[in-house]
């Protein structure tokens, strides 16, 4: 495994800059990583290993450019703060009311998700626990924490858009 890294480590590096940024290099590459190092047994020797290891970084960057997409998106979305700091509007008392029926929705949308989605939902959004804090706390992987939240929100995007509230 270190010769893999040590023959490829720049060549993922550079992929990952040019689809994720800079930003993002060291979350992702320690994906692609631990994804090679997990597959590494299903690997057939009858391609080119590059290639594998190539496809990958691509797919890992994919999955994570669309988990902050949806991250930024669900954020917006759920931004009620916003909301209430618009300059020259007053909350009435319907918007008011309406506001809290709107976050008891979301509530119960919540509710109805797996224990292990609910749970990283509500570390991150709710509690805005880091990715690591949330890992320490449930006792896996960072990785899994992003994919467990990737999926929560989608699950719970579908959730609300079934339940008419986005």
């Known amino acids: 495994m ?8 720049r060549s993922i590096q550079n992929i990952i ?3 994720a940024g800079k930003n993002n290099v060291q ?13 590494l047994n299903k690997y057939k020797e009858q391609g080119n290993l590059w290639g594998w290891i190539k496809t990958i970084t691509v797919n890992t ?23 209430l700091n618009i300059k ?10 309406l ?3 709107r ?22 959004d709710i509690k805005e626990m ?10 896996c992987p960072t990785g899994t924490v992003k994919s467990r939240l990737f999926n929560a929100r989608k699950q719970l995007q579908k959730e609300l858009e079934e339940r008419g509230i986005l």
């Open 2 to 9: 270190n010769k893999i890294i040590e023959t490829h480590k």
């Open 17 to 19: 800059m040019s689809m």
């Open 27 to 39: 979350d992702i590459e320690q994906e692609v990583y631990i994804k090679v190092w997990k597959n």
């Open 61 to 83: 960057c994919k999955d994570h450019l669309k988990s902050k997409q949806f991250s930024t998106e669900m954020k917006t979305t759920f931004d009620e703060e916003t909301f």
């Open 88 to 97: 020259d509007i007053k909350p009435t008392s319907e918007s008011t009311l």
């Open 99 to 101: 506001l809290n029926e």
């Open 103 to 124: 976050k008891k929705l979301i509530l119960e949308a919540i509710e109805t998700l797996k224990p292990k989605f609910k749970e990283v939902i509500i570390f991150y």
């Open 130 to 139: 880091s990715y690591e804090e949330i890992a320490g706390k449930i006792k």
